[in-house]
């Protein structure tokens, strides 16, 4: 088999092994339309409160972040929490939107995630990720008809403390159908280099998939990552910001043995399409607000573009991003 492949994930069969990763204030709807329309095989929502999600005060503005996009065929929704109740009732909420995957956030080393005892907290209780499982697998049982469940870890709290392996082995006991892998602690936050050796370890001691993130910034890192630690898929974060074409140059390295960047008018084209799905959801005045630091990235490359990009960041309408990147459209 080669190096890009299906992946089976519990009872569900993905296409292809390039996944966007959850990250927080980016993975929306419209982002994540336009990481399928340039070859990703299954995306993640922004990570959702459990406790925010069960209170009846926040369940509009969690809506905002569970629905599926169009184009997503297959989609998974991560949740976070530190309660196995609170997280069992969350998941029953997720009914109506019909996710292939629940995904559980053991990841996340951002404090007011942490000092709720989510998120990469859990590294630490790996009895109560596995409590946290059973209590998902539970409702994804009882409301959501049996979907995979699935939980992304950091390797640890701290360098003396990698407790990677006994929480994956945890989460497969308790049902997880797969593991991702970030090789960073917490408290490594997103600094220094991820060690991915960790990956190629965990994939020789659970009888599971293993997913691999980490430092994944070019079609290059991917085919190193999937060859060297032999995982079943790779899920870009940070390096698929701005450059979502970042997964059909992957398929193409992984397929075809090369692959060419964007030109600068697709770069253009996808920004603003990005730009008219988000102002449709969230409305023009916040879509400008929040595409400002995408377009500067997706600019990046372009002849012209520093300038472009003092101005950027004042944009308030996508008329005046259209004024703003005259200069740069071809």
């Not at 088999?1 to 959850?22: D, E, K």
């Not at 995982?231 to 940070?238: K, L, N």
């Not at 697709?266 to 400008?288: D, S, V, W």
Request: aromatic residues 6%.
């Amino acid at each position: 088999m080669g190096l890009y492949h299906p992946i089976t994930i519990g009872s569900l069969t993905l296409g292809g092994n390039l996944f966007l990763a959850p990250v927080a204030g980016y993975t929306d709807r419209a982002f994540r339309s336009v990481c399928i329309e340039q070859g990703a095989d299954f995306t993640y929502t922004e990570l959702v409160s459990s406790e925010a999600l069960t209170r009846n005060t926040a369940k509009t503005a969690c809506a905002a972040l569970l629905g599926r996009g169009e184009n997503e065929e297959q989609y998974a929704i991560q949740l976070f929490g530190s309660n196995p109740e609170v997280m069992y009732r969350a998941a029953l909420l997720l009914a109506p939107y019909h996710p292939d995957v629940v995904d559980i956030n053991a990841g996340c080393p951002v404090p007011k995630v942490v000092k709720t005892g989510a998120g990469s907290a859990l590294m630490s209780d790996p009895d109560a990720l596995g409590r946290i499982v059973q209590a998902v697998v539970r409702a994804s049982r009882e409301a959501l008809g049996d979907v995979p469940v699935t939980v992304k870890l950091r390797s640890g709290w701290a360098a003396g403390e990698l407790t990677y392996r006994t929480c994956a082995r945890i989460a497969a006991d308790a049902g997880a159908a797969l593991v991702c892998l970030h090789p960073r602690t917490r408290a490594q936050g997103y600094a220094g280099k991820s060690d991915w050796s960790l990956i190629a370890d965990l994939v020789s001691r659970i009888d599971l998939p293993v997913a691999g993130s980490g430092d994944l910034f070019t079609p290059e890192d991917a085919e190193r990552m999937l060859r060297e630690t032999g995982c079943s898929a790779v899920m870009f974060a940070r390096g698929a910001m701005g450059n979502p074409f970042i997964f059909s140059a992957a398929k193409s390295l992984l397929l075809n043995g090369s692959w060419r960047p964007p030109e600068p008018a697709e770069r253009l084209k996808t920004a603003f399409n990005q730009l008219l799905l988000l102002a449709g959801e969230k409305g023009e005045g916040t879509a400008c607000r929040e595409m400002r630091k995408q377009f500067c990235a997706y600019t990046k490359g372009c002849v012209g573009a520093a300038a472009v990009r003092n101005r950027l960041v004042h944009a308030e309408t996508i008329g005046d991003y259209r004024e703003i990147l005259k200069p740069l459209v071809p």
